[in-house]
């Protein structure tokens, strides 16, 4: 049996809604989002075309669609498709606000982020970036980090007033983000440097400059904010490294070409996800040991994963 087949089966016998804590992957070729729940690929949902990114907020999820010109609302408790956005650029990194109300797009090829009502699309300001925005992050006082990766820069931003505050140099072509629990510190992972920048957001300056392996394309935090986990796209790994001191602790390996990573789960039962984008799953590894403990199959393609958790984020 193919798997958008059995994908399609699971998703129509179950009728139970996601949990909290729950994992979507978004797979780009399959033009599908799954949804992995205690280890296991629960069901999978159609959405429209060659979805780039996913984020979540505020009980929704939110996919980018660069080629479409759009960004999808879902529903993060089903994946229910809910409306399409239209977007006048090509739409990349998004960063849902923690009510879901808002969300926040990087245009590629238009050098600037954008704050839109999730409701209807309105695009209620925006503000200038470097060149090829990819991914942002929202911290908890309102400031949105953007990897300008054609700048080699970091764009600071305040959300409110949609302004650009601060830019800090970094290594060359970042592309991923991912802040500490604490929100102290921004780890960026410069792909064509083979490096992850440490920005510490007080100062808003490069404050470490590590290896990171080849192509860092993803970056998560545990949930201690001890382990720092970058996926190596030109590899199939993931680098660990100890957030104190920065040394690599662990080289796991993975699926072909590995890009987005997240982290469920609390102490012990913490996992890293890992979107392998050429197998066509999805790797799970075990915090404590530093190893992956399984491979889940999901629809072609998937490249972006999200948390949907109590409280919306």
Same mark, same amino acid.
């Given at each position: 049996?193919?798997?958008?087949?059995?994908a399609?089966?699971?998703?129509?016998?179950?009728?139970?809604?996601?949990?909290?804590?729950?994992?979507?992957v978004?797979?780009?070729q399959g033009?599908?989002?799954?949804?992995?729940?205690?280890?296991?690929?629960?069901d999978?949902?159609?959405?429209p075309?060659?979805?780039?990114?996913v984020?979540?907020?505020?009980?929704?999820?939110?996919?980018?669609?660069?080629?479409?010109?759009?960004?999808?609302v879902?529903?993060?408790?089903?994946?229910?498709?809910?409306r399409?956005?239209?977007?006048?650029?090509?739409? /990349?990194?998004?960063?849902?606000?923690?009510?879901g109300?808002?969300?926040?797009?990087?245009?590629?090829?238009?050098?600037?982020?954008?704050?839109?009502a999730?409701?209807?699309?309105?695009?209620?300001?925006?503000?200038?970036?470097?060149?090829?925005?990819?991914?942002?992050v929202?911290?908890?006082?309102?400031?949105l /980090?953007?990897?300008?990766?054609?700048?080699?820069?970091?764009?600071?931003?305040?959300?409110?007033r949609?302004?650009r505050?601060?830019?800090?140099?970094?290594?060359?072509?970042p /592309?991923?983000?991912?802040?500490?629990?604490?929100?102290?510190?921004?780890?960026?992972?410069?792909?064509?440097?083979n490096?992850?920048?440490?920005?510490?957001t007080?100062?808003l300056?490069?404050?470490?400059?590590?290896?990171?392996?080849?192509?860092?394309?993803?970056?998560?935090v545990?949930?201690?904010?001890?382990?720092?986990?970058?996926?190596?796209?030109?590899?199939?790994?993931?680098?660990?490294?100890?957030?104190?001191?920065?040394?690599?602790?662990?080289?796991i390996?993975?699926g072909?070409?590995?890009?987005?990573?997240?982290?469920?789960?609390?102490?012990?039962?913490?996992?890293?996800y890992?979107?392998?984008w050429?197998?066509?799953?999805?790797?799970?590894?075990?915090?404590?040991?530093l190893?992956?403990?399984?491979?889940?199959?999901?629809a072609?393609g998937?490249?972006?994963?999200?948390?949907a958790?109590?409280?919306g984020?």
């Open positions: 049996m193919s798997w958008p087949l059995l399609a089966i699971l998703f129509a016998l179950s009728g139970a809604p996601a949990l909290a804590g729950t994992v979507w978004a797979s780009q033009a599908r989002l799954s949804r992995i729940e205690a280890g296991t690929v629960a999978a949902a159609a959405v075309s060659a979805p780039a990114t984020a979540a907020g505020g009980g929704l999820l939110f996919l980018s669609h660069p080629d479409g010109h759009a960004i999808t879902a529903e993060a408790a089903t994946g229910r498709v809910l399409r956005l239209p977007y006048a650029g090509q739409v /990349f990194g998004l960063a849902a606000s923690a009510d109300r808002t969300v926040f797009a990087t245009d590629w090829s238009g050098h600037r982020v954008d704050r839109i999730a409701a209807d699309g309105r695009v209620e300001g925006s503000a200038p970036t470097g060149r090829d925005p990819a991914h942002l929202l911290d908890r006082t309102g400031r /980090f953007v990897a300008d990766r054609e700048s080699r820069q970091v764009s600071v931003i305040d959300a409110a949609m302004e505050v601060a830019t800090i140099p970094v290594g060359e072509a /592309f991923a983000l991912a802040l500490d629990p604490a929100e102290a510190r921004l780890y960026v992972g410069n792909v064509r440097s490096s992850l920048t440490v920005i510490d007080t100062a300056k490069a404050v470490a400059t590590v290896p990171a392996g080849a192509m860092p394309y993803g970056v998560a545990s949930p201690d904010g001890a382990r720092v986990l970058v996926t190596n796209q030109g590899a199939g790994t993931v680098t660990a490294l100890d957030a104190a001191s920065l040394a690599i602790a662990a080289t390996g993975v072909r070409y590995p890009e987005g990573i997240v982290v469920a789960g609390e102490g012990g039962a913490a996992r890293a890992v979107a392998n050429f197998s066509d799953d999805v790797s799970v590894i075990d915090l404590t040991s190893k992956a403990v399984a491979r889940l199959p999901v072609e998937p490249r972006s994963l999200a948390v958790s109590e409280g984020r």
